[in-house]
């Protein structure tokens, strides 16, 4: 019978095994094409600015590497293998190493090892640790730039190894090599991993290794002033070069540093999208403009330089995601998160100012107190739901009744307090009682009409806010020991 109804909607159970291995094995040789093409590129980038044997300005391959395995996890395995291979061939053609077909092969073997282990293990560290912390941004990017370090100098003793033992790089050459080779990766990894981690996890909704809360690289935004920016870093590249270019001196490579204030600039008013591919862009002008004016002898500046300014930008991606925490911490302390109102610790504060100023202005003020009758029975009968939607009508209800001077807050429960400046007792009552009128012309549910007792306090000169609430507190008990549903003035 179920395969009828299957038949019955054009598809079998065997076809819809076909359709989703398929569909399983479609996109899964769409990712190895594209890490493929996109390593063979990124390769190619670095492969230009190339200073020394098997040491460039910067690694870009490396951060895709490691941004692939992050995202893609072990399916990116075979794509960075196989691309890893490749290189290995054509570095091999390049240089006119003599070497058999097998040395070739070994070669390759190694190489794709070395390079492909310490990356794909510090992806699996870097995804285990972010998972418990998705939410502290300074943390993740902190894990980040230390397993990039990591991972990178393992890579980078790795492959000098692997270079050697392969007879592609003679030990000499270790001393001098090790160093750049390992800056150039780890400025690869920490300029062009997050630019790649923020467009690969847009193509993989289902991850291996998950970065599933990661919203802050889902932003976009890009503001009017974004161009102008783009402008003053081009500039200022191009500013730095040619100082270093016409002064011959050292000390002005060290000017390149002061790319940090735009791009802080940068990193508290773009996305973060944004800013990782200004980043990515900055880097590309510094190493192409190093290659063009032929500053290799500072060559370690700048890679240092490249470093510098990529934690800085991280960093600084987390300022705005603080002070919009912050504001959400201030929204939760200072708002009811039921109704929507001032809370208790709001209602006090601005209960005290208006206590002040009513002194300084001898002008009247007046505090209500009031709750919901049988609130206890609303929740036991119908339950906490219902009584949840009551004292949100409730306080709807009171709103439209208020002027913006005016001011509403939950002291707890069912309990709230209107503060009204400028109020006498009697104008309080009558502020009351239209709330009251209109309460009880709203069903809801099944729930019976909502009722209300009220205690109205006016303020008396040399009183504090602690005292005016109580006077009101005592008198909202007046009105619940009389019955309840009614209004009830501090006597005293």
Not at 273 to 280: E, K, S
Not at 384 to 402: E, F
Not at 407 to 414: A, M, W, Y
Request: net charge neutral.
């Amino acid at each position: 019978m179920k395969w009828v109804l299957s038949a019955f909607k054009f598809e079998s159970p065997k076809s819809s095994l076909s359709l989703t291995t398929h569909s399983y094995f479609a996109s899964f040789w769409a990712k190895q094409a594209l890490v493929l093409c996109l390593w063979l590129l990124v390769f190619k980038l670095g492969w230009l600015v190339e200073y020394t044997q098997h040491a460039s300005v910067w690694f870009p391959a490396a951060g895709l590497s490691f941004a692939a395995l992050l995202v893609f996890g072990l399916q990116a395995l075979p794509a960075l293998a196989i691309a890893a291979s490749l290189v290995t061939f054509y570095s091999i053609w390049f240089y006119q190493l003599p070497l058999t077909l097998f040395q070739s092969l070994n070669a390759a073997l190694w190489f794709s090892v070395a390079h492909l282990l310490p990356y794909t293990l510090g992806a699996w560290v870097l995804n285990t640790l972010l998972r418990p912390m998705q939410r502290h941004l300074g943390l993740c990017v902190l894990l980040f730039l230390l397993i990039a370090a990591l991972s990178s100098f393992a890579a980078s003793v790795l492959v000098l190894v692997a270079l050697v033992v392969t007879q592609m790089l003679d030990a000499g050459a270790l001393v001098e090599t090790w160093l750049p080779f390992w800056i150039g990766d780890l400025a690869g990894v920490m300029v062009i991993a997050p630019l790649f981690i923020g467009l690969l996890i847009r193509l993989s909704p289902s991850k291996l290794f998950r970065l599933s809360d990661m919203s802050l690289l889902f932003q976009q935004h890009v503001s009017q002033q974004y161009p102008t920016k783009l402008v003053t870093i081009a500039l200022l590249v191009a500013f730095c070069m040619l100082l270093t270019y016409w002064s011959h001196s050292p000390y002005s490579t060290f000017a390149i540093f002061l790319l940090l204030i735009p791009h802080m600039w940068l990193a508290c008013t773009e996305s973060a999208l944004v800013n990782v591919a200004t980043l990515a862009l900055t880097s590309f002008m510094l190493v192409f403009t190093v290659h063009w004016f032929d500053l290799m002898e500072q060559v370690m500046v700048y890679q240092f330089a490249i470093i510098v300014i990529a934690a800085n930008t991280l960093f600084g991606l987390t300022l705005p995601a603080l002070v919009a925490d912050n504001q959400l911490l201030r929204q939760a302390a200072y708002i009811d998160p039921l109704t929507q109102v001032a809370s208790r610790e709001s209602l006090r504060q601005q209960a005290e100012s208006a206590v002040r100023l009513a002194e300084v202005n001898g002008e009247p003020l007046a505090l209500v107190i009031f709750d919901l009758d049988h609130f206890k029975q609303i929740n036991d009968k119908f339950g906490h739901a219902a009584g949840d939607s009551a004292l949100q009508r409730l306080t709807k209800v009171a709103q439209c009744h208020l002027r913006p001077t005016d001011l509403i807050g939950r002291f707890g429960g069912d309990e709230f307090v209107l503060l009204l400046p400028a109020t006498t007792e009697a104008q309080a009552a009558e502020v009351t009682q239209r709330i009251r009128n209109q309460l009880q012309t709203y069903q809801l549910a099944q729930l019976p009409l909502l009722q209300i007792s009220a205690g109205i306090a006016q303020w008396r000169p040399g009183e504090d806010y602690a005292a005016l609430f109580r006077r009101a507190d005592r008198a909202l008990y007046q009105a619940k020991g009389a019955g309840r549903d009614q209004l009830a003035f501090a006597a005293d």
